[in-house]
């Protein structure tokens, strides 16, 4: 193939590890404009032309930006690389198929993380010989992994290495552990990093480098300076590194047990039970549906499995909680609008509990055990949205309500919230116990 195709310095690197026997994942990560996703098409189109019969991916969140966004990236190389449609290639628009004349086929797929397929099994048996996900930081890391299993089509007959290119500009979510790794040079040797800078890509205009530097701060730092480590504001109540950090914290060892219920019944927020050793989440245990007797004896069974005094069980009794009315006696209670513990200057009980367990975290005295990479992402996005609210005109210190929090993340925070009952244990032994009997 007799193909003009001059990549920038970091496009070449990340070419290197396109076609090297070691790497598998690449995120290709920064500045807008830095030639991301015209890189990412111009090896799809390559590798569909240079191996015939082949099928590659190219994905996104949503389907109809890829199309007008990723997709246009595509026609332009095909444009720059005299690949002509209709002659080598066709695309069909209602099977979503770009198809060359030569068998191979770019599959062009919505890897949005929908309730109702929360495991993408609309991917079913695909098999696949590698993919480009656009602004992988828009989906969930689970969909990543689910398209890398895919990738297994016709390797063998062309002794091709499993791949995965993705792209994204700095995001706090689960890319930033992947550019983490690579600041602290802890990379796993199968996944590498680049930084894309916008003065990486010769070829963008100065106009639209004049347009980025009117965003607002936050904005800024992150699309025209490619920068990872962007202040999110004052309102900020968890440390993004330590919430990363709390999966891997190394805390004292304790004999105390404790249990925190987040109960849900039939509604759409999810049961969520937290078992704890001192600071240590040894186990969460979560439901989608749950009846008040189920729950009940859920409850009853891990306090009996784990000696854990009644004392040290703690249920939100706020909405569904109160129908565990008939539990048992000697648990405590956690309600939200309650006052504060030792009167300090919080507007409610829920909102001193949330600083003190954005204290804990962030000073590395909280270890969270879940090899549950949704459930473990779930977490950091919940804690990661709960901020600081405006302080009101009594001066009490609060953050966003529930209502706010459901807004921003699409679900109730009940991970978070799960974990932030149990720190009305840390102060002291004024709890409230529920007389269930």
Known sequence: MNIDFKPTIKQHQAWDYLHDDTTSEILFGGSAGGGKSYFGAAWLLYSCLRYPGTRWLMGRAVLKTLKETTLNSFFSVCSDWKIKKGESYKFNAQSNVVEFVNGSQILLKDLYQYPADPNFDSLGSLEISGAFIDEVNQCTEKAKNVVASRIRYKLGEFDLRPKILMSCNPAKNWVYDFYKQWRDDNLPTHQKFIQAKLKDNPHISEYYEEQLRKLDPVSRERLLHGNWEYDEGKDKLFDYESLLNCFKNSVPESNEKYLSCDVALMGSDKMVI???????????????????????????????????????????????????????????????NSKPMKSENYKNLKSQCYYKL?????????????????????????????????????????????????AAIGRSPDYADSLMMRMKYLFGSNNKILAWG
């Not at 749950?290 to 909405?319: F, M, Q, T, Y």
């Not at 204290?359 to 270890?367: F, K, L, W």
């Not at 992402?377 to 001066?395: M, T």
């Open 358 to 406: 954005a204290e804990q975290i962030n000073a590395g005295n909280i270890h969270i055990k879940c090899k549950n990479i949704d459930i473990r992402n779930k977490i950091i996005e919940e804690l990661d949205v709960v901020r600081r609210k405006n302080i009101d005109l009594d001066g009490k210190l609060a953050i966003l309500s529930k209502k706010e929090i459901k």
């Open 274 to 336: 937290t078992r704890w050793s001192g600071l240590t989440v040894e186990e969460i245990i979560t439901k989608d549906k749950s009846s008040a007797n189920s729950i009940e004896i859920l409850i009853k069974d891990l306090a009996e499995k784990h000696n854990i005094p009644r004392k040290n069980i703690i249920i939100d009794s706020d909405g569904v909680g109160q129908y565990l009315s008939h539990y048992m006696k000697g648990v405590s209670a956690f309600i939200n």
